[in-house]
């Protein structure tokens, strides 16, 4: 907790001189936002230019935050060479969000070969690269870096999927004799390895442009965004908290004893919000979100947080959400929620849950591990034919859902008094063989809806009510977190627009950790 203060006073110390927040992050020796240029926003001035191949291809479209570039049509960042952006050390950090629009068709062929996303290239052509992140044929990332000693190689084990944002990083740690690469903030592999990479070609820095020996230059097939170099080692934590926004820019607020992230505002619409797949990007029926619709008010016992779904001065409606600064893992989660949930739009959802970051749900990767607790009538009776509303519908979920492993779920119903308190609680344990929701009303502590998710009705405890069948139980990962958030099933409202924002008051969450 004391690093964090001290880091969030050091950013105030920063914003009130005039410096870049970014300029705050150790060790960031160049940050290119490519919010419309190739600025360097990492306070030392490496600022570059546009070059384009052959075309005019638009070259900053909405990216994974802001704008991004893309190399598609053959626009790609140059950065002059530097003496702090070569010979970086035996500490690295090189880490980028890719969209790949298409793979690179293998060599032979003069167009085939690998794609860059960013690298400080040599002059030959051979193996004297500085440093280079890349994609093959393959489909698999891979990281080159060289020195006097010699070089590595790492490529990773998993694909990389077309039209999704992927985050990217290669970290050298030669003081622990590694090489590791992260795709989503998750380690997918690790080398052992002592080279230091202390050449310097006197290259430039390239950000979707580099020279493959096998097919010459090339350009990157898709969109490239939030490039940055460091001159240290960083951390899985470090890269799981920073990836998800601009460095500096995460908005903090207090709430509950715990610090919590709030989900930036977005230029685009981003997850969650599709029913399935969307192969778009961005997705239409995915969500804008809004940091200025999350307000904490009061203090000591008249603390309330307050999470809007409102309409933005450019005429969308923004979603709003956050999330614990600190991971968490197994424990008992409680949300006490003290405004209804049975909201009159059949499209909004509040869901409180505890997710990672950087889920990666896919059939070769089911990684997802969430445990939901939400409302919502999922677009059921847009139009409620009667004068008041009906009672909230209730959703539990233990993730994944991927391949044959599907997610357990189950619906209720929560009643609300006329004329009483709304206030509801909404809980959940989460152990290593089970997973126990309860929800409750404001006047009893006898639950509503009582329900153990396990692979077998034995392992659930004593007072869990109906057993569900839970082929996958979640294990904490590094960027576990606890999360609220409401926003619209779909992108939009079920019956129409409306023109009144709907919010949503928490009055307390509590999070009892568990040591098994």
Same mark, same amino acid.
């Given at each position: 907790?004391?690093?964090?203060?001290?880091?969030?006073?050091?950013?105030?110390?920063?914003?009130?001189?005039?410096?870049?927040?970014?300029?705050?992050?150790?060790?960031?020796?160049?940050?290119?936002?490519?919010?419309?240029?190739?600025?360097?926003?990492?306070?030392?001035?490496?600022?570059?230019?546009?070059?384009?191949?052959?075309?005019?291809?638009?070259?900053?479209?909405?990216?994974?935050?802001?704008?991004?570039?893309?190399?598609? &049509?053959?626009? +790609?960042? $140059?950065?002059?060479?530097?003496?702090?952006?070569?010979? /970086?050390?035996?500490? *690295?950090? @090189?880490?980028?969000?890719?969209?790949?629009?298409?793979?690179?068709?293998?060599?032979?062929?003069?167009?085939?070969?690998?794609?860059?996303?960013?690298?400080?290239?040599?002059?030959?052509?051979?193996?004297?690269?500085?440093?280079?992140?890349?994609?093959?044929?393959?489909?698999?990332?891979?990281?080159?870096?060289?020195?006097?000693?010699?070089?590595?190689?790492?490529?990773?084990?998993?694909?990389?999927?077309?039209?999704?944002?992927?985050?990217?990083?290669?970290?050298?740690?030669?003081?622990?004799?590694?090489?590791?690469?992260?795709?989503?903030?998750?380690?997918?592999?690790?080398?052992?390895?002592?080279?230091?990479?202390?050449?310097?070609?006197?290259?430039?820095?390239?950000? &979707?442009?580099? +020279?493959? $020996?096998?097919?010459?230059?090339?350009?990157?097939?898709? /969109?490239?965004?939030? *490039?940055? @170099?460091?001159?240290?080692?960083?951390?899985?934590?470090?890269?799981?908290?920073?990836?998800?926004?601009?460095?500096?820019?995460?908005?903090?607020?207090?709430?509950?004893?715990?610090?919590?992230?709030?989900?930036?505002?977005?230029?685009?619409?981003?997850?969650?919000?599709?029913?399935?797949?969307?192969?778009?990007?961005?997705?239409?029926?995915?969500?804008?979100?809004?940091?200025?619709?999350?307000?904490?008010?009061?203090?000591?016992?008249?603390?309330?947080?307050?999470?809007?779904?409102?309409?933005?001065?450019?005429?969308?409606?923004?979603?709003?959400?956050?999330?614990?600064?600190?991971?968490?893992?197994?424990?008992?989660?409680?949300?006490?929620?003290?405004?209804?949930?049975?909201?009159?739009?059949?499209?909004?959802?509040?869901?409180?849950?505890?997710?990672?970051?950087?889920?990666?749900?896919?059939?070769?990767?089911?990684?997802?591990?969430?445990?939901?607790v939400e409302f919502s009538r999922w677009g059921l009776f847009p139009r409620w034919p009667l004068p008041s509303l009906p009672p909230a519908c209730g959703k539990y979920t233990v993730a994944p859902n991927c391949g044959w492993l599907r997610e357990a779920h189950t619906w209720f119903l929560m009643p609300h008094s006329a004329g009483a308190s709304n206030e509801t609680t909404h809980e959940f344990t989460w152990r290593p063989d089970y997973v126990h929701f309860r929800s409750y009303g404001s006047s009893s502590r006898t639950p509503i809806r009582n329900v153990c998710m396990a692979p077998v009705p034995w392992a659930c405890p004593a007072g869990s009510g109906s057993w569900i069948l839970a082929l996958h139980l979640p294990r904490p990962q590094p960027d576990h977190n606890a999360h609220m958030n409401l926003w619209l099933f779909g992108g939009r409202f079920a019956a129409g627009e409306t023109t009144a924002p709907t919010e949503v008051v928490i009055?307390?969450?509590?999070?009892?950790?568990?040591?098994?």
């Amino acid at each position: 907790m004391f690093k964090l203060v001290s880091r969030f006073i050091s950013l105030l110390i920063a914003l009130a001189a005039g410096a870049d927040p970014a300029a705050v992050q150790a060790g960031l020796v160049g940050y290119w936002k490519l919010n419309g240029d190739v600025a360097d926003s990492s306070g030392n001035g490496f600022n570059g230019a546009l070059r384009f191949r052959s075309s005019t291809y638009p070259a900053f479209p909405p990216g994974r935050l802001g704008l991004a570039i893309d190399s598609t &049509g053959g626009a +790609y960042g $140059e950065v002059p060479d530097a003496s702090q952006l070569s010979a /970086l050390g035996g500490a *690295v950090t @090189i880490e980028a969000w890719i969209n790949l629009a298409a793979y690179p068709p293998p060599p032979p062929p003069a167009q085939g070969g690998a794609v860059p996303i960013v690298g400080k290239w040599g002059p030959s052509g051979a193996d004297d690269d500085e440093y280079t992140l890349v994609v093959l044929p393959d489909r698999k990332l891979y990281a080159f870096m060289s020195g006097s000693s010699g070089y590595f190689e790492l490529r990773s084990t998993m694909e990389l999927p077309l039209h999704t944002w992927m985050h990217v990083a290669v970290v050298l740690d030669t003081s622990a004799g590694q090489a590791r690469l992260f795709i989503n903030g998750h380690l997918d592999r690790v080398l052992a390895t002592t080279v230091v990479p202390n050449r310097d070609t006197a290259m430039p820095v390239q950000i &979707g442009y580099g +020279y493959h $020996e096998d097919s010459g230059p090339r350009t990157f097939p898709g /969109l490239i965004d939030e *490039v940055r @170099i460091w001159n240290r080692a960083r951390t899985q934590q470090e890269i799981l908290t920073d990836m998800n926004g601009e460095l500096g820019a995460l908005r903090t607020i207090r709430f509950s004893n715990l610090w919590w992230y709030v989900r930036p505002t977005s230029t685009n619409r981003e997850e969650p919000g599709c029913p399935s797949a969307c192969k778009e990007q961005p997705c239409a029926c995915n969500n804008y979100w809004s940091a200025d619709n999350v307000k904490v008010e009061g203090s000591g016992d008249a603390e309330r947080l307050r999470l809007k779904l409102a309409q933005g001065p450019d005429g969308r409606w923004n979603a709003s959400g956050v999330w614990t600064v600190e991971p968490t893992g197994y424990g008992t989660y409680r949300f006490v929620v003290e405004s209804p949930v049975n909201f009159a739009d059949a499209n909004t959802v509040l869901g409180l849950f505890a997710f990672t970051n950087s889920d990666i749900s896919t059939e070769s990767a089911c990684r997802q591990n969430e445990m939901d607790v939400e409302f919502s009538r999922w677009g059921l009776f847009p139009r409620w034919p009667l004068p008041s509303l009906p009672p909230a519908c209730g959703k539990y979920t233990v993730a994944p859902n991927c391949g044959w492993l599907r997610e357990a779920h189950t619906w209720f119903l929560m009643p609300h008094s006329a004329g009483a308190s709304n206030e509801t609680t909404h809980e959940f344990t989460w152990r290593p063989d089970y997973v126990h929701f309860r929800s409750y009303g404001s006047s009893s502590r006898t639950p509503i809806r009582n329900v153990c998710m396990a692979p077998v009705p034995w392992a659930c405890p004593a007072g869990s009510g109906s057993w569900i069948l839970a082929l996958h139980l979640p294990r904490p990962q590094p960027d576990h977190n606890a999360h609220m958030n409401l926003w619209l099933f779909g992108g939009r409202f079920a019956a129409g627009e409306t023109t009144a924002p709907t919010e949503v008051v928490i009055r307390k969450f509590q999070y009892d950790r568990f040591q098994p």
